[in-house]
């Protein structure tokens, strides 16, 4: 079966310092890779999307950049965190065409920038 | 392109009442819609989705939603409400057949259910 990874679960992190979140799926092959982030009270906003090995698309310029080195990694990086980059981080992949077309996420990072 | 509107950022129900749940789509090509459930600190959990079959699609734990591309609507209902219903709803779009395929998000419904 499919399986989604996302870590870690909380992250409190200094301003100005880096940052790394990692996503891995299994059980499948060549999926959509999606970053989101939900800041406090808001909905979901979709930071990057990735169709393929070192295929990155980003939606909102930001601090933030993506990288995908594997097919089945999906990594959300910054060099230099800012308070505004405080949320909830969301990893997701997708399934498209077929009966099981969909969307899958991960349980999430909370992300505190202080 | 594509948007979603959920009217109504906070509905609070009474245990054992009907759940509604608005859900409006802009987009401009056929789309697919999802309702996604969210508790505390979790990720999304996909209540059902609609992908251009019956337009009357159920899901889990007693929702449903009807799509209605004269109104262009999604709304969600539960016939009656429980307290582990309690939490935040997502209605959420993508084209069907073009090749972007990110899901576009409603700002979200936080559900309260009053014992």
């Known amino acids: 079966s499919q399986t989604i990874h996302q870590w870690p679960a909380t992250l409190v992190q200094p301003v100005g310092s880096p940052l790394s979140l990692e996503c891995t799926v299994e059980?499948?092959?060549?999926?959509?890779l999606y970053w989101y982030r939900q800041a406090a009270g808001r909905g979901l906003q979709l930071l990057f999307y990735s169709v393929g090995i070192g295929q990155i698309s980003s939606e909102v310029p930001q601090n933030l950049s993506a990288s995908r080195p594997q097919d089945r990694q999906f990594i959300l990086s910054s060099k230099k965190l800012l308070l505004s980059d405080s949320g909830f981080y969301l990893c997701?992949?997708?399934?498209?065409?077929?009966?099981?077309?969909?969307?899958?996420f991960g349980s999430g990072t909370r992300l505190t920038v202080v | 392109a594509q948007s979603v509107t959920q009217l109504g950022s906070h509905v609070s129900v009474s245990e054992g009442a009907l759940v509604l749940l608005r859900c409006n789509y802009s987009?401009?090509?056929?789309?697919?819609l999802f309702w996604y459930v969210q508790y505390p600190n979790q990720g999304l959990q996909l209540l059902l989705k609609?992908?251009?079959?019956?337009?009357l699609v159920k899901g889990i734990n007693g929702f449903e939603a009807e799509f209605k591309k004269s109104e262009t609507s999604f709304h969600l209902t539960k016939p009656s409400a429980h307290m582990r219903d309690a939490a935040e709803y997502f209605c959420a779009v993508t084209p069907g057949d073009t090749g972007r395929r990110a899901l576009t998000f409603g700002s979200g419904t936080r559900l309260q259910v009053q014992p």
């Open positions: 059980g499948t092959s060549n999926p959509n």
């Open positions: 997701a992949w997708s399934v498209l065409g077929g009966v099981n077309y969909g969307y899958t």
């Open positions: 609609y992908t251009s079959a019956a337009t």
């Open positions: 987009s401009s090509v056929p789309p697919y």
